[in-house]
Nanobody
């Protein structure tokens, strides 16, 4: 059973930065794509960014140029560097992993992911 554990959330002022981490209990090398999603109170789960084993990272338009997704295979850890944070970035952030082949588009769809973390809260005050 694969487990994903997020950390790094917290409270920050607008314009600040945070780095989220997602520790993977299995071999991150065996994932096909990994992604970050977020959900604000009263809203649906929103795709933020994803990275595949053989393709470039992709970002939602709302975070493009401000967020960066990366992974460290040696540490079995996925990261999300968040810069120039805005109040509208406040949400619970979840990491997710898919282990079978997906298109890059499918790697932005929540139902395509096999495993999820428990989430880490990010609060940005304006």
């Amino acid at each position: 059973q694969v487990q994903l554990v997020e950390s790094g959330g917290g409270s920050v002022q607008a314009g600040g930065s945070l780095r989220l981490s997602c520790a993977v209990s299995g071999n991150i090398d065996s994932t096909y794509c990994m992604g970050w999603f977020r959900q604000a109170p009263g809203k649906g789960r929103e795709w933020v960014a994803s990275i595949t084993s053989d393709g470039p990272a992709r970002y939602a338009d709302s975070v493009k140029g401000r967020f960066g997704i990366s992974k460290d295979n040696a540490k079995n850890t996925l990261y999300l560097q968040m810069n120039s944070l805005k109040a509208e970035d406040s949400a619970m952030y979840y990491c997710a992993a898919a282990f079978s082949a997906r298109t890059s588009y499918q790697c932005s769809i929540s139902v395509e992911f096999d495993y999820w973390g428990q989430g880490t809260q990010v609060t940005v005050s304006s």
